[in-house]
């Protein structure tokens, strides 16, 4: 399974970014997927997930703000992120379950900055 991360960038306070999630494989074959982000010096948090049957969750900070979704016939997650602030900044991963299995992407860079 290979997961392709993409959509990070530098944008403004206020801002909006799509970051993307294509799978090798059908997302169907996941339990959840969902994205997580590390900011320098943090630990990785859980920013937003969907399983299966379509529900999501949302960290508190991002709640309101950022949306997870999927399009099945792309084989993709996206994480629609709307007025993004400086705390946002962070190295964005996805990530997919299978089982107890794990599979991550490679991360992508999201910084707010003015």
């Known amino acids: 399974v290979q997961l392709q991360a993409s959509g990070g960038g530098l944008v403004q306070p206020g801002g909006s970014l799509r970051l993307s999630c294509a799978a090798s494989?059908?997302?169907?074959?996941?339990?959840?997927m969902g994205w997580y982000r590390q900011a320098p010096g943090k630990q990785r948090e859980s920013v937003a997930t969907?399983?299966?049957?379509?529900?999501?969750n949302y960290a508190g900070s991002v709640k309101g703000r950022f949306t997870i979704y999927r399009d099945s016939s792309k084989n993709t997650v996206y994480l629609q992120m709307n007025s993004l602030n400086p705390e946002d900044t962070a190295v964005y991963y996805c990530?997919?379950?299978?089982?107890?299995?794990?599979?991550w992407g490679q991360g992508t860079q999201v910084t707010v900055s003015s």
């Open positions: 990530q997919c379950l299978r089982g107890y299995t794990e599979y």
């Open positions: 494989t059908n997302i169907f074959s996941f339990n959840v």
């Open positions: 969907i399983t299966k049957g379509g529900d999501t």
